[in-house]
């Protein structure tokens, strides 16, 4: 699949909005992914995760690692097509965390997935939870970011998209006065 066809399938469900978005991280964007419009649908969700597998599948993955709330559907659709285990991490104390009983095991191969990675701050703060040695991929639907991150292990997003964000402080939406929505997880 295609980045071009990913947007297009991301568009076609209504994941892809214009207006003013406070994103998860804080930053201001005109330009919002509403992942879930994707993820309600098992189909769709299984087949993005399906893609983010095949990118992995020759690596051997044991576990599939997502960040509570987004990724955890998409999670679990990369490790059902990988016949891998599917666990998350939750925040506790406003630090992921692997709770409800959740291992990763010695030795066994971690891919992290993440859903939308705008400034990867989720990404970095999920990948300590695998031993160096055992993180062996990161798997996205869509990076939004500016680039240039170093991952720990290779990173494979199914889409790219060239979004801008700004700091709340130099959003050109807020200084005409636009009223903003919130819609991610970390604003809940």
Same mark, same amino acid.
């Given at each position: 699949?295609?980045? #071009? ?5 991301? &568009? ?6 214009? *207006?003013?978005?406070? %994103? ?45 709330? =987004?990724?955890? +559907?998409?999670?679990?659709? &990369? ?10 991490? $939750?925040? #506790?104390? =406003?630090?992921?965390? %692997? ?12 891919? +992290?997935? #993440?859903? @939308? @990675? ?14 160096? *040695?055992?993180?062996? *991929? ?10 240039? $991150? $170093? ?9 790219? %998209? ?21 819609? *991610?997880?970390?604003?809940?």
């Amino acid at each position: 699949m295609t980045s #071009e066809e990913v947007i297009e399938l991301l &568009t076609e469900v209504g994941a892809i909005s214009m *207006g003013h978005f406070v %994103l998860s991280s804080g930053r201001h964007s005109d330009f919002y992914v509403e992942k879930f419009r994707a993820l309600e649908r098992p189909d769709v969700a299984m087949h993005l995760g399906a893609v983010i597998a095949e990118r992995f599948r020759d690596d051997k993955i044991d576990v599939v690692l997502a960040p509570a709330v =987004g990724a955890i +559907v998409l999670g679990f659709a &990369t490790a059902h097509s990988l016949g891998a285990r599917s666990i998350f991490a $939750e925040r #506790e104390g =406003g630090v992921l965390t %692997l709770r409800r009983g959740f291992v990763i095991y010695s030795d066994e191969k971690v891919l +992290v997935v #993440e859903d @939308i @990675i705008t400034t990867g701050r989720s990404l970095r703060e999920i990948l300590p939870l695998a031993a160096p *040695g055992d993180l062996t *991929g990161i798997g996205a639907i869509v990076d939004r970011s500016i680039g240039g $991150e $170093e991952w720990p292990a290779r990173f494979e997003a199914l889409a790219t %998209l060239d979004a801008v964000s700004w700091p709340s402080d130099e959003c050109p939406l807020c200084a005409q006065g636009i009223p903003t929505d919130a819609p *991610g997880s970390r604003h809940l």
